[in-house]
Every structure is written in structure tokens, then in C-alpha cells.
């Protein structure tokens, strides 16, 4: 029996033509039959530091009696000079977050992958305090298990009051010592509630994890890191992967 959760991640490069740049996470999502990769707006480009590449590739598995057998799957960046990546705004700025439609024409037939669903999504904020155990999984400084192709999960809490946006801005806290390579993991706490439908995939996808909250006055020979991150709340989600309705009098 394979764990639904560690094949729901994939492992993200950024590459500008054949050169490797960095290392990332994405996580599949569902909604109405689409397939979509989620990961962060930084990890596609980030103005700030240079960063622009023009593709990714994320690993694959494709069989489910041999995890070591993957294949490299490539995402172009741009068509026709344009971003193909989703991103959305709320009324504190950009969100670092990102959405990419997969062709499912294009993938592999025999693809061995679970996607989290608008049903994963937490709908009531009630079932998730600060404090909470919750995990995050990913590819922190490129780790992970190099035989099976798998990540590894990183035990975290919520650190700040869960549905009350952090200082005003789109995500919540955790409290977790994690690293690059981790951006774009999926946030998530188990379903306990047992005939809902989703026991082969029992995971609530509460968030995605951006990058790590540092304070500019930290005198690094006497503090230490506070090992508090930033993590989107994952809602956005169904802003990205909502189609545009049809124009009046086309199909």
C-alpha cells in the first residue's frame, strides 16, 4: 500500500534553458476533471533576486509496483512572450501563490499521482486553532528519498490565530524549522471523521507554504531564527482554478 500523501508533491526545478536554478515544491490540484500544479510565485519568477526562468520540471511516478520508476515532465513558462501561470491579488497585494493547467494529453497514461480537490479545501475555521499539529511536506535543501523519489513531511504547528490574516495579509504562521527548496509545499492536517468520502486521501489542505519570517533587527550572533513561516492560506486555490465564464453566444 503507497501513502496517498507523498504522491500528492512533486519536485520542483527551475530551469532557464538546459541550466538547473533551484530547487522547489509544487502539489497536484483537481477541480471540475482539470489537473493543475500549485506552487509559489517566487519560484516561477521573483523580480527581486533576478530569478527568471523559463520552464520547470517536476518528477513523475508512473508505477505503482516500482516508485523508483519516474519520469521528467516539462512545463513551459511562457507562450507567445506571455506567463501561462495563474496568480491572483486580494486588498493587501500580491499573493505568492501560482497555478499551472496541466494537458492531461500530455502526461504520462499510467501517471501514479493523488491531487488534493475543492473538497480538501477547511470549511469550517472552527476545526483548526493555533497550536495545532499540522505537516508540511516538501524537498527541504533538495532532500528527500532518492531511491523511491518521495518527500519527506516536517512536523509543524499553526502559530498564529488560524482565519484571521496575519497583519492584514493573505496567510497565517507556522512554526516549523524548514528550509529552501520547501516553498510551495502543501500545509495540511488529518481528517479524522470517518465515511466522508475521501479515506484513500484523508488530508485537509489548509495552506501553502511560501517562505520563513525573519525580523530585520535580529543580531544573528545572539538570536536565533524565530523558525516562524509564512503559509497562504490555500482558498486562493479556487480563485486560480476558476474558468472564466463563456462570452454571451459562444459554447
Not at 61 to 85: C, M, Q
Not at 106 to 127: G, Y
Amino acid at each position: 500500500m503507497i501513502e496517498s500523501l507523498p504522491l500528492s508533491v512533486t519536485r520542483v526545478a527551475t530551469m532557464l534553458g538546459e541550466r538547473k536554478l533551484t530547487n522547489a515544491t509544487g502539489f497536484f490540484f483537481e477541480r471540475d476533471g482539470r489537473l493543475y500544479l500549485v506552487s509559489c510565485r517566487h519560484v516561477v519568477l521573483d523580480e527581486a533576486s533576478g530569478h527568471h526562468p523559463d520552464r520547470i520540471e517536476i518528477e513523475l511516478h508512473i508505477n505503482p509496483e516500482n516508485l523508483a520508476d519516474t519520469v521528467r515532465f516539462s512545463i513551459p513558462l511562457y507562450r507567445d512572450g506571455k506567463s501561462v501561470w495563474r496568480e491572483g491579488m486580494d486588498s493587501a497585494g500580491a499573493i505568492d501563490v501560482v497555478a499551472l493547467a496541466l494537458e492531461r494529453a500530455a502526461l504520462p497514461q499510467n501517471l501514479l499521482c493523488h491531487a488534493f480537490t475543492p473538497e480538501h479545501l477547511f470549511r469550517k475555521l472552527d476545526l483548526v486553532e493555533i497550536g495545532a499539529s499540522v505537516l508540511i511536506v516538501g524537498f527541504p535543501l533538495g532532500v528527500y528519498d532518492t531511491l523511491h523519489r518521495l518527500p519527506v513531511a516536517r512536523q509543524a504547528a499553526i502559530a498564529s490565530s488560524f482565519g484571521i490574516r496575519f497583519q492584514g495579509t493573505g496567510y497565517f504562521l507556522t512554526d516549523a524549522r524548514l528550509h529552501r527548496g520547501t516553498s510551495g509545499a502543501p500545509v495540511v492536517a488529518r481528517m479524522a471523521a470517518p465515511g466522508d468520502g475521501r479515506a484513500d486521501f484523508p488530508w485537509m489542505l489548509l495552506g501553502v507554504h511560501a517562505s520563513r519570517l525573519d525580523v530585520a533587527d535580529r543580531d544573528v550572533r545572539q538570536d536565533e531564527s524565530l523558525d516562524l513561516n509564512f503559509a497562504w492560506y490555500a482558498d486562493i486555490l479556487l480563485t486560480l482554478t476558476q474558468e472564466p465564464a463563456a462570452a454571451p453566444g459562444k459554447a
